[in-house]
Antibody, heavy 119, light 109 residues
């Protein structure tokens, strides 16, 4: 059974960079796409983007100018960076195994990281 | 705002059947498969339906998914109190990439 464990800074000031990492335990890292999803307070789920083991990415058009995703296949980890955060980026961020465009739909989720952007 | 539109709420009494709609376009539901998630507060979302009508192992067969044209539906039959949660459809969109629905809060009366 795969386990996704994520971590990163939970309190940021406006204009800082959000940085989260997700470690995958349970193997088959190279077989899947890996995604990031967030939920802002009082709002629904929002897809941020995805990356595969080769570093190929797809980003949400609304966040594309500020998002960078990367992978470290030697550690079975993938990461999210979101630049120039504002209060609108406050929310719970999840790392997820799978892709809406791929063979495996997003099915296994990390525990979530609460991120607060406040001055 | 999402390109997949769901009713904000749905409700039913225990044992009833509840259906949640998800309205999209040719560039998402009309072309790609649909997934459904159950989201309880304070927990990670749970995949209920993938590939429009497939259930992952462990998901009760009370949950079923379907699609017609540019709309999809999730049906919950034999509604139970533990089904009270938020439900989201999701799909790939040819322009916007990954998209979630607006979400539906299901209340068990």
């Amino acid at each position: 059974q795969v386990l996704l464990q994520q971590w990163g800074a939970g309190l940021l000031r406006p204009s800082e960079t959000l940085s989260l990492t997700c470690a995958v335990y349970g193997g088959s890292f190279n077989y899947y796409w890996w995604s990031w999803v967030r939920q802002s307070p009082g709002k629904g789920l929002e897809w941020i983007g995805e990356i595969n083991h080769n570093g190929r990415t797809n980003y949400s058009p609304s966040l594309k100018s500020r998002v960078t995703m990367s992978v470290d296949t030697s550690k079975d980890q993938f990461s999210l960076r979101l630049n120039f955060v504002t209060a609108a980026d406050t929310g719970i961020y999840y790392c997820v195994r799978g892709s809406f465009s791929g063979i495996v739909a997003p099915d296994q989720w990390g525990q979530g990281t609460q991120v607060i952007v406040s001055s | 705002q999402s390109v997949l539109t769901q009713p904000p709420s749905a409700s039913g009494t225990p044992g009833q059947r509840v259906t949640i709609s998800c309205s999209g376009t040719i560039s998402n539901i009309g072309t790609h498969t649909v997934n459904w998630y159950q989201h309880l507060p304070g927990t990670a979302p749970k995949l209920l339906i993938y590939n429009t009508n497939q259930r992952p192992s462990g998901v009760p067969d009370r949950f079923s998914g379907s699609k017609s044209g540019t709309s999809a539906s999730l049906a919950i039959s034999g509604l139970q109190s533990e089904d009270e949660a938020d439900y989201y459809c999701a799909a790939w969109d040819d322009t916007l990439k990954g998209v979630f629905g607006t979400g539906t809060k299901v209340t068990v009366l």
